[in-house]
């Protein structure tokens, strides 16, 4: 199957900084990769549709200026949390697609745990 | 709107006894896939199975399959030979065709296997 790593799998910073998360497919190109967050014991929830070459697609209630997304080539996408505050600690997930002839399917990275202090 | 539903929050089975997780869910779309995403402890989803809306046929990965049914909107995942491994969150997916490859999950299922 295919293989998407993240970077870094924890990170912990102070209120105010801001951390950048890189999600990279490691064995075939994508030309669209989603960022999601995931409260415990929850389901995912979308926060951007990120496509290379082209602004990303936030989801409603997500602020695009606080959570930056950039998507410079196709096997790599790139979510920065600005100004971290402590209602962002979260797990971020992200994943790429894969789409072919009779194939459209969504293979996750395996998440990055940020606590903000 | 579209929306997946799974009603069992959890659910345990027995080491090598055979389980069944219902998904259900609603689109007016006539042209989809639905997926069956692995959670486990270490928090990696994997993906289990995927079936497409056109085909009949229900789709088998090994001991995992599906019980697809088109008319009543039913997706459920059967585990047959259930193993201490399985043990995972577990959720059912909705993809529409040209949608953008947006996923709608469920709310999941814990399922946890007893040795």
């Known amino acids: 199957g295919a293989v998407v790593s993240q970077h870094p799998s924890r990170v912990i910073c102070k209120s105010g900084t801001s951390v950048k998360i890189e999600c990279r497919s490691l064995?075939?190109?994508?030309?669209?990769m989603f960022w999601y967050r995931q409260f415990p014991k929850k389901s995912l929830m979308l926060m951007a549709t990120s496509n290379e070459g082209s602004k990303a697609t936030y989801e409603q209630g997500v602020e695009k200026d606080k959570f930056l997304i950039n998507h410079a080539s196709l096997t790599l996408s790139t979510l920065t949390v600005t100004s971290a505050h402590p209602e962002d600690s979260s797990f971020y997930i992200c994943?790429?697609?894969?789409?072919?002839?009779?194939?459209?399917?969504?293979?996750f990275g395996p998440g990055t745990r940020l606590t903000v202090l | 709107a579209q929306t997946v539903t799974q009603s069992q929050p959890e659910m345990s089975v027995q080491e090598a006894e055979t389980v069944t997780l219902s998904c259900t869910y609603d689109t007016s779309e006539n042209n989809y896939y639905l997926f069956w995403y692995k959670q486990p402890p270490s928090r990696q989803m994997i993906l289990v199975i995927r079936q497409e809306a056109y085909k009949q046929q229900n789709a088998t990965e090994n001991r995992f399959s599906v019980n697809f049914q088109k008319a009543a909107k039913s997706f459920s995942l059967k585990i047959s030979d259930s193993q201490l491994g399985d043990t995972a969150m577990y959720f059912c997916a909705l993809h529409i065709y040209n949608q953008g490859g947006k996923l709608i999950f469920g709310q999941g299922t814990e399922l946890s296997v007893k040795p």
């Open positions: 994943s790429a697609r894969v789409l072919g002839i009779g194939t459209d399917t969504q293979y």
């Open positions: 064995d075939f190109q994508a030309t669209t």
